[in-house]
């Protein structure tokens, strides 16, 4: 998993729990890497496993809450990061149409060993997508709160349903309806 | 909301995460430099393989080299002025130039003739970079020309900027040679297919690919009108069927060239007769490839042939419909022809086509029995065959009665016998008929000689000729007399210029009639009535006249007579007539007396006398009247004659208005005229007359209450037809007739002298008209008359 994952969710633990939660779920969670990243660099998934789940057990929250509001966290990060990718689109529903087609492309060419996500389109209007989420990691929550901020960003918002294809969260519909 | 933390647990925890941070950037700057490396590594490959590359290329641009070198075509590099860089052997044996010893540009050794051609080529070699198939003529070193082509290209350096150009060049001469040989020969091929006197076609599937121009004015249409044809197209549909097989059997190999008369439709529809051949090439494979298709015209020689066998066609129906019977035997005395008249006159029962080909070697001994000399005739046939000379006009009787004519006439070409011909002519009919003229001669002779007409001929001259009994009679002279004297002197006729005026009529070659007066023998005057006709000889030259006389003196006398009587008869009537006027006259004279008599015994003696002499008186005058009424219609019915008729045109409408305007009219009778009378050609007072009566009469004799006479006309195409119709008492069928003689009349009405309508019928009868009446006693009376117009 691409280092910047682990520092921006690093940043937002600091930032939401403070110092010492994240000291705790470094420590408590034993990972081999003992929380030294870097953006440039590539970590073993497990590591944010670990995290997470000690996270959840330090502060009493869900992990997949925890994940969500990573999401809603990590699209500002990115945004900062790489600006002029959002910049190049003018709709919400059209940048998500295009994770696959065209982010996804660029961010191989940075990271060829990098091991995204897909996202396959079903349907699209001109209010509306629904596609399926799919990757190992199951990180379907994040994708959730990745696609709420983009509405956001837009200064806009949407109804977002999703069911699990599958009971690992390895597959997931989205059903995003843009509001007003 | 964080917990709350003291401060050197947060000093503690800063630390642990400034460390994380400084071994994160430790970790970071390691793999930035391990990507370093890495970048570094890459370079150094790509170097070491770059001039790997660069070794192989120039070990293969060195090879390729040699390729050239040892190439067999002629193989030149040349800069891009023209100048020779590298030339191989071969290019050096065949421009004879070296350019290792010599420096050559190429520019000099073309062709001048191909300069702009070259200009325009290397222009393109420029733009394209590549340069196919240039043709052009050069001169070579021992100055001979050579015909080449080069297929060039340009050479670039490292920056794409070409240098020079490569080229091989091909010594096509012997070819071009070839080429224009055979262009030549083409050429020479093309004039003979053009010129040639038959349509010449290439065809492919029928269609028509090529064609030379007779084939074009053949058949009208031109060559861009035939690429969009189908031989099938201008074939006539009754050949299709035929040709399609011959055309099927030859896709099939059976059949490697035919020819077939065919009808070619033109394109102004005209019919193009053509003897057809059609020939197949075939390729490699043995299959048809295209067909040339020959087309002579024998549209001419077709209707030659046709009229040809139309007039032989006649010459047969000729023949066996000749009235003379004609046999062709040939040089075996076999039948070639005989026709129809031929076997009817010998009784053969088969037809003239069944005979042909039978040996006539016996037939004059199975046919001697028709004649009436056998043996005479076999005799004669031998000789006549013997002789092989024409012989004509033997007569041959039969024993039927017949005779028969026979020509014989042998056949001779280029003097070697090829048969002969007998010709049969039934002359039965033309001997007899001399014979028969002779009994008809002879039969006219004698009605001639014993007829009651004098028949007389003469010459030009008037000189007699020949006289028949009866004219001898009539005149009392003998032949003997007659013979040989001028007719007009001998019996001294009077009339000479009438005689010779009919002379001048007759040569003119008209008949004519006409009476003369002459004196017979014993000086007795006659009256003859002569017709006479011109007399021409063989070669209708007038020779003279011949006339038929009839003596009609007696008749003559006649007639005298009764001009004589018709004089006597008219100075009679006449007197009759001025007999009639007088005595009427003085019969009136004494009635007037009387009449003024008893008007004064009447004035006189009025007073005096008793009702019965008055009466009577009364009497006496009307009698008186009735007298003088009598006496005026006597005379005017002896005054109508034609001699008194003057004719003038008289409108009829005009009379019956002055006649209402005279008689006396009853009060309820009305007189009509139905439709618009017409004006008729006639005498106005006769008219009138007959009008007058007519009506005078329909108005008087109405008893019932309205009256009614109605005036009408018919046209008939030779008369008019009037009628006058009343309403009056009628007339009884009994006096329908006796009404138009005179002193008739139907009733005993004073008035009426019973003379009016007989005066009436004269004046009709005077233009030939009639007059008749239909009428029913008590309903009334019509009386129609008719008048010529």
Redesign the interface.
């Known amino acids: 998993m691409k280092g910047i994952v682990f520092?921006e969710f690093l940043e937002m633990v600091?930032a939401s729990?403070?110092?010492?939660t994240?000291?705790n779920m470094?420590v408590n969670s034993n990972v081999p890497s003992?929380?030294?990243?870097?953006?440039?660099?590539t970590y073993d998934f497990n590591e944010m496993v670990s995290l997470i789940t000690c996270l959840s057990e330090e502060v009493k929250i869900p992990a997949n809450d925890l994940i969500y509001t990573f999401g809603l966290y990590l699209f500002g990060s990115l945004g900062k990061a790489h600006p002029e990718v959002i910049q190049s689109y003018n709709s919400p529903l059209a940048l998500l149409y295009s994770i696959e087609d065209h982010i996804h492309v660029h961010v191989q060419k940075l990271y060829p060993e990098a091991e995204l996500p897909t996202f396959k389109i079903l349907e699209k209007t001109d209010t509306s997508i629904s596609m399926v989420y799919s990757s190992s990691r199951g990180l379907y929550r994040l994708a959730h709160g990745l696609i709420e901020k983009c509405f956001e960003h837009f200064n806009g918002s949407a109804t977002i349903a999703y069911e699990l294809l599958k009971e690992d969260g390895t597959e997931v519909k989205f059903d995003v309806t843009q509001n007003g | 909301m964080?917990?709350k933390?003291d401060s050197g647990?947060?000093v503690l925890?800063?630390k642990?995460?400034l460390d994380?941070q400084k071994?994160?950037?430790a970790?970071?700057e390691k793999?930035?430099e391990e990507k370093a490396k890495e970048l570094y590594d890459v370079t150094h490959h790509l170097k070491e393989s770059n001039a790997r590359l660069e070794a192989l290329l120039s070990e293969k641009t060195s090879e390729l080299d040699g390729v050239f070198v040892n190439i067999v075509d002629p193989y030149v590099v040349m800069d891009l002025k023209f100048n020779i860089i590298k030339m191989n052997a071969s290019a050096k044996e065949f421009l004879g130039y070296d350019s290792e010893k010599e420096a050559i540009n190429l520019s000099t050794i073309v062709h001048p003739e191909y300069m702009e051609y070259t200009a325009e080529s290397i222009q393109s070699l420029m733009e394209v970079g590549v340069l196919k198939n240039y043709q052009a003529k050069i001169i070579i070193k021992d100055k001979t020309e050579k015909y080449i082509q080069i297929n060039s290209s340009l050479i670039y350096d490292k920056n794409r900027k070409p240098i020079a150009a490569q080229g091989i060049i091909r010594d096509i001469t012997q070819e071009t040679e070839i080429k224009h040989l055979l262009a030549e020969q083409k050429k020479e091929l093309d004039i003979i297919v053009e010129n040639s006197p038959l349509g010449i076609v290439l065809t492919v599937n029928n269609k028509i690919v090529k064609s030379n121009r007779t084939f074009k004015t053949l058949i009208g249409y031109s060559d861009f009108e035939l690429k969009k044809l189908k031989l099938d197209d201008i074939s006539s549909p009754e050949d299709i069927e035929k040709s399609k097989e011959l055309i099927n059997q030859m896709n099939t190999g059976e059949l490697d060239q035919f020819s077939i008369i065919k009808k070619y439709t033109r394109k102004d529809n005209g019919i193009l007769w053509a003897k057809t051949s059609v020939n197949a090439f075939k390729n490699s494979k043995g299959k048809v490839e295209y067909k040339v298709v020959m087309i002579e015209d024998i549209t001419k020689e077709l209707e030659a042939e046709e009229q040809l066998k139309e007039s032989e066609n006649r010459l047969a129906t000729l023949i066996s419909n000749l009235q003379t019977g004609v046999l062709l035997e040939d040089e075996n005395r076999k039948i070639s022809l005989t026709n129809k008249r031929f076997c009817s006159m010998f009784n053969i029962s088969a037809s003239p086509q069944q005979l042909n080909g039978v040996d006539c070697s016996d037939a004059a001994e199975q046919n001697k029995i028709f004649f009436k000399n056998p043996e005479a005739f076999v005799t004669r046939i031998g000789e006549i065959l013997k002789e092989r000379k024409l012989v004509s006009s033997d007569e041959l009787e039969m024993i039927d009665g017949r005779i028969l004519e026979r020509d014989y006439i042998p056949i001779f070409n280029n003097k070697i016998y090829k048969g002969h011909l007998w010709t049969y002519q039934d002359i039965t009919v033309r001997k007899n008929f001399r014979k028969n003229l002779f009994a008809e001669k002879e039969k006219y002779s004698s009605i001639i000689a014993n007829m009651n007409l004098g028949l007389l001929e003469v010459d030009t001259n008037d000189t007699i000729q020949m006289a028949n009994q009866s004219f001898c009679k009539m005149s009392g002279f003998s032949q003997d007399e007659l013979l040989g004297t001028k007719a007009r002197e001998i019996l001294r006729v009077r009339e000479l210029d009438l005689i010779e005026k009919q002379d001048r009529i007759r040569s003119k070659g008209d008949s004519d009639s006409y009476e003369v007066k002459v004196l017979n023998k014993s000086g007795e005057k006659k009256h003859w009535l002569i017709s006479g006709a011109p007399r021409y000889d063989e070669g209708g030259i007038l020779i003279g006249s011949i006339g038929i006389h009839l003596d009609i003196t007696t008749q003559k006398k006649l007639e005298v007579q009764k001009g004589l009587l018709l004089k006597e008869l008219e100075n009679s009537n006449k007197g009759l007539q001025e007999y009639a006027h007088i005595v009427s006259h003085d019969l009136k004279s004494p009635l007037r007396s009387i009449s003024a008599l008893a008007t004064w015994l009447y004035e006189d003696y009025k007073d005096v006398l008793d009702e019965n002499g008055v009466t009577q008186l009364g009497l006496m005058q009307e009698k008186v009247e009735a007298m003088d009424n009598l006496i005026v219609g006597i005379l005017n019915y002896s005054t109508v004659s034609s001699d008194t008729i003057q004719n003038t045109k008289v409108d009829v409408n005009m009379v019956i208005k002055e006649i209402t305007d005279i008689i006396f009219i009853p009060d309820h009778v009305e007189v009509k005229i139905v439709k618009k009378l017409p004006t008729i050609f006639a005498d106005k007072i006769k008219v009138h007359q007959v009008f007058q009566n007519f009506m005078s009469n329909a108005v008087v004799h109405i008893e019932n209450e309205i009256g009614l006479v109605n005036i009408d006309y018919i046209e008939t195409k030779t008369h008019w037809q009037f009628s006058i119709e009343d309403n009056g008492v009628g007339i009884p069928k009994e006096y329908h007739e006796k009404i138009f003689k005179i002193f008739q009349s139907v009733g005993n009405k004073e008035r009426s002298t019973g003379i009016g309508l007989s005066i009436v019928k004269k004046i009709i009868d005077l233009y030939e008209g009639e007059v008749w009446l239909e009428s029913t006693p008590g309903e009334g009376t019509t009386f129609y008359f008719t008048i010529k117009k």
Do not use: C
């Open positions: 520092t600091e729990f403070g110092l010492e994240t000291d470094i003992e929380g030294i990243y870097t953006s440039v660099g | 964080l917990p933390m647990k947060e925890l800063l642990k995460a994380r071994k994160a950037r970790q970071a793999i930035l």
